[in-house]
């Protein structure tokens, strides 16, 4: 609804721009003309109340007045080109005084916009510098990558066979300690068949007279005991 509003109102605008401005001369010489006319009237009112006290019963000697209105006219018109020269000499010292503050900017800016190119092709250079730099620490970085790859594989595989050689290690010791008891078990059982052998061996390598002289030494020791 806005933007509507703005549309109408800015072909309303260009409307009037075009109807006035082909009476915008005819307004101009309006202007002018009302404004001589006034002036010719005070010019009248003057020439009349000076006639009326200089000659006061008598015939003022420029019966038309058209002398008097012309020398008027004149130094009407010197007044106005005095003020419309004063009034441009005044703009040329502000437009000076604005063309030297521009060229001064001008100046300003022009130094600005060197320093800047230079900052700019600096900080171009700087930036192709930073971009050759990423592209090496970028290649670094696959590589870094791809070989922390190939070496966790690697570990991985380690590990594997490390787990795998452990297990195997482990299977080994195991049936190592399973040998060693079936040997222990096998050794003892050997010293006790032999420790049973030595005793049945010595039993019947022992002679018979060691056995009756043992029997008989209690009775001799009953007959050879003196009386209490």
């Given amino acids: 609804m806005e933007s509507w509003k703005s549309h109408v109102r800015v072909e309303l605008f260009h409307r009037d721009c075009r109807q006035k401005d082909p009476f ?69 010292y502000l437009k000076d005084a604005e063309l030297q503050y521009c060229h001064s900017q001008v100046s300003r800016y022009r130094t600005e916009a060197v320093l800047l190119a230079q900052g700019s092709s600096c900080l171009k250079a700087n930036l192709e510098e930073y971009e050759y730099e990423l592209e090496c620490q970028s290649k670094e970085l696959t590589a870094l990558r791809l070989e922390q790859k190939t070496l966790r594989e690697q570990l991985s595989a380690a590990n594997l066979q490390n787990e795998q050689l452990l297990e195997r290690w482990l299977e080994e010791k195991k049936e190592e300690a399973e040998r060693i008891n079936k040997h222990n078990a096998t050794q003892e059982r050997w010293q006790r068949l032999a420790g049973c052998l030595k005793k049945r061996y010595r039993a019947r390598s022992r002679p018979p007279c060691a056995t009756n002289i043992s029997e008989n030494k209690p009775s001799e020791s009953k007959i050879q005991r003196p009386p209490s």
Avoid: A
């Avoid at 009349?48 to 004149?74: A, H, I, Q």
């Fill in 24 to 92: 915008s001369g005819l307004f101009h010489k309006v202007s002018k003309l009302e404004e001589m006319l006034d002036f010719h009237v005070k010019l009248w009112q003057s020439m009349d109340t000076s006639c009326s006290k200089e000659n006061k019963g008598s015939r003022c000697p420029d019966e038309g007045g058209t002398l008097y209105l012309r020398v008027n006219e004149m130094e009407l018109f010197n007044q106005q080109l005095k003020q419309k020269i004063s009034d441009l000499t005044s703009n040329i």
